[in-house]
């Protein structure tokens, strides 16, 4: 079983940063995809950025968010900067590992809530 855990969103101000964290724990032997959704409401979940040797971002977010991860704790990091009221939306981590057991799955996590409004 994997877990994951989220935090770091909030409210901001556009213009502002927050910078959101993602730990997977459990029976992980390799992780071969981290990355970052986010579904505002009435809207569909949309990629916002992937970490697998290289890195994919959404064009809306090109030049505003980062995407990294720290192997070592399983962690992976979204920057977000320059914050746009359209980026308010619910953020969710999603990993794709392989387990002790030689599993191959997806996991999802609790999601954290972004807004940016004045």
């Known amino acids: 079983q994997v877990q994951l855990v989220e935090s770091g969103g909030g409210l901001v101000q556009p213009g502002g940063s927050l910078r959101l964290s993602c730990a997977a724990s459990?029976?992980?032997?390799?992780?071969?995809?981290m990355a970052w959704y986010r579904q505002a409401p009435g809207k569909q979940r949309e990629l916002v950025a992937s970490f697998t040797s290289s890195t994919i971002y959404a064009d809306s977010v090109k030049g505003r968010f980062t995407i990294s991860r720290d192997n070592a704790k399983n962690t992976v990091y979204l920057q977000m900067n320059s914050l746009k009221p359209e980026d308010t939306a619910v953020y969710y981590c999603?990993?794709?590992?392989?387990?002790?057991?030689?599993?191959?799955?997806?996991?999802w996590g609790q999601g954290t809530q972004v807004t940016v409004s004045s």
């Open positions: 459990g029976s992980i032997s390799r992780i071969n995809v």
């Open positions: 999603n990993v794709l590992v392989v387990t002790s057991t030689n599993i191959v799955g997806g996991y």
